[in-house]
């Protein structure tokens, strides 16, 4: 089945240690998005691919960064996480077209000690 | 500035109830709003999309409509199970620059009891 892969499903990491998060498609979808959830809160978006064109929010920290080296694969990086940051990230793509629907992957539960 | 409302913020009835959530945006260009589910701990899965030309869609036991105009969308879940307990996020994507993206609203945790 075609779909959005996230690894690893939970993943703990010490204060100030970088931290990288994988999600992957298998939709072929030209548009991928990060997104951070905190408790009982709306998905926030981070930033986005668009192919190969990278669109940051403007209120993304600097401390997130993110890489897509190929259609199938988008990194998130967090260069120092801090208590903050502990959250759910949830990874999205779509397909141009006159829809832009959304399909998600399981996400990431990332905890910080 | 598009801003997306839920209300209720929690609903809990019993089994075998009708029940409508509710969705509220203030500007009505949009392209479409989707529906999602999502159970605790666990990412979001698409329900239903309606396009903004569009004044319901349906599938299953789910209905949801759409009023662009009056910035409004209902989902209508028909004789509610206890597997239909989970959160549901309404998200609308705006017309014009940065269509790619999503607007979602906070959610309404939804219980149904045995």
């Known amino acids: 089945d075609a779909m959005v892969i996230q690894n690893p499903r939970y993943q703990v990491t010490q204060f100030g240690k970088p931290v990288t998060l994988s999600c992957s498609q298998t939709?072929?979808?030209?548009?991928m998005y990060w997104y951070q959830q905190k408790s009982s809160q709306a998905p926030k978006l981070l930033f986005h691919?668009?192919?190969?064109?990278?669109?940051n929010e403007a209120d993304t920290p600097d401390n997130f960064q993110s890489r897509r080296p190929n259609t199938s694969f988008c990194f998130l990086d967090i260069r120092s996480p801090g208590l903050g940051d502990a959250a759910m990230y949830l990874c999205?793509?779509?397909?141009?077209?006159?829809?832009?629907?959304?399909?998600f992957g399981p996400g990431t539960r990332l905890t910080v000690t | 500035k598009q801003e997306v409302t839920q209300i209720p913020a929690a609903l809990s009835v019993p089994e075998g109830e009708n029940l409508v959530l509710n969705c509220s945006f203030t500007d009505s260009a949009i392209y479409n709003l989707q529906w999602f589910r999502q159970d605790p701990g666990k990412g979001l899965t698409s329900l239903l999309l309606i396009q903004s030309s569009q004044r319901e869609q349906t599938s299953g036991r789910l209905n949801a409509s759409l009023d662009k105009s009056s910035g409004r969308s209902t989902l209508y879940i028909a004789a509610s199970q206890p597997g239909d307990s989970a959160t549901y996020l309404c998200?609308?994507?705006?017309?014009?620059?940065?269509?790619?993206?999503?607007?979602f609203g906070q959610g309404t945790r939804l219980t149904i009891n045995p």
């Open positions: 939709l072929n979808h030209n548009v």
């Open positions: 999205a793509t779509s397909r141009r077209g006159n829809t832009y629907e959304q399909y």
């Open positions: 691919y668009y192919d190969k064109d990278f669109n």
């Open positions: 998200a609308v994507r705006p017309s014009g620059q940065g269509a790619q993206k999503l607007v």
